[in-house]
């Protein structure tokens, strides 16, 4: 099956400092790759949708500014949080699609990345 | 305003009986149902899913009903397994889209 994985798993950081975190297709070709955001007890909310070699896609009410995506291969796309602040403290995580043949359920996630700035 | 809801946070069900999982949405637009799995640390895993022109489909233990006249949506895991004890996402999302758009989420218990 398809597998994503996520770097890290988790991190602390200081406010104020920026975090980038990588999201990897280990086994197939992502055309696109989705990251979402879950505080707890609420639902996945997509934050952007990036296809290879173009401009992320952002939902409406994300900074662009703040949450940039760069999703330069077709196995790798990166979020890096700038300049993050305690309410950016969550649980991130990416989803790619594009395996090929795959039907409605071509969304394959990653474990996510739980990001605590103090 | 939120267009997936599943108004259960948690169930628990003793081993061998049936989980029933349900979610609502607003919108109409909607032409694919999903249901994801989640374990605690991991990303959602998806389970079963169910196009618009359909109102049953199953795979082994589980089903999935559509009723759309409702915008209701069910998962129907029988018997239930100890190992089933997840949370359970419905996620939709319309023909021609990508985007998925979640539920909160239902923890499941399968007590032995």
């Known amino acids: 099956g398809a597998v994503v994985s996520q770097h890290p798993s988790w991190v602390i950081c200081k406010s104020g400092t920026s975090v980038k975190i990588e999201c990897r297709s280990l086994d197939f070709q992502a055309t696109t790759m989705f990251w979402y955001r879950q505080f707890p007890k609420q639902s996945l909310m997509l934050m952007a949708t990036?296809?290879?070699?173009?401009?992320?896609?952002?939902e409406q009410g994300v900074e662009k500014d703040k949450f940039l995506i760069n999703h330069a291969s077709l196995t790798l796309s990166t979020l890096t949080v700038t300049s993050a602040h305690p309410e950016d403290s969550s649980f991130y995580i990416c989803s790619a699609s594009g395996l090929a043949g795959a039907g409605t359920d071509t969304q394959y996630f990653g474990p996510g990345t739980r990001l605590t700035v103090l | 305003d939120q267009q997936v809801k599943q108004n259960s946070p948690s169930l628990s069900v003793q081993e061998g009986r049936i989980s029933i999982l349900n979610c609502d949405y607003t919108?109409?637009?909607?032409?694919?149902f999903l249901w994801y799995k989640k374990y605690p640390a991991e990303g959602p895993t998806f389970l079963i899913s169910?196009?618009?022109?359909?109102d049953k489909n199953e795979d082994g233990r589980f089903t999935v009903f559509l009723n759309k006249s409702a915008k209701h949506l069910s998962l129907h895991i029988v018997p239930s397994q100890p190992g089933d004890s997840a949370v359970y996402f419905c996620?939709?999302?319309?023909?021609?889209?990508?985007?998925?758009?979640f539920g909160k989420g239902t923890k499941l218990t399968v007590n032995p």
């Open positions: 990036s296809n290879e070699g173009s401009k992320a896609t952002y």
């Open positions: 919108n109409s637009m909607f032409d694919y």
């Open positions: 996620a939709l999302r319309r023909g021609g889209s990508e985007k998925l758009v």
């Open positions: 169910i196009s618009s022109i359909k």
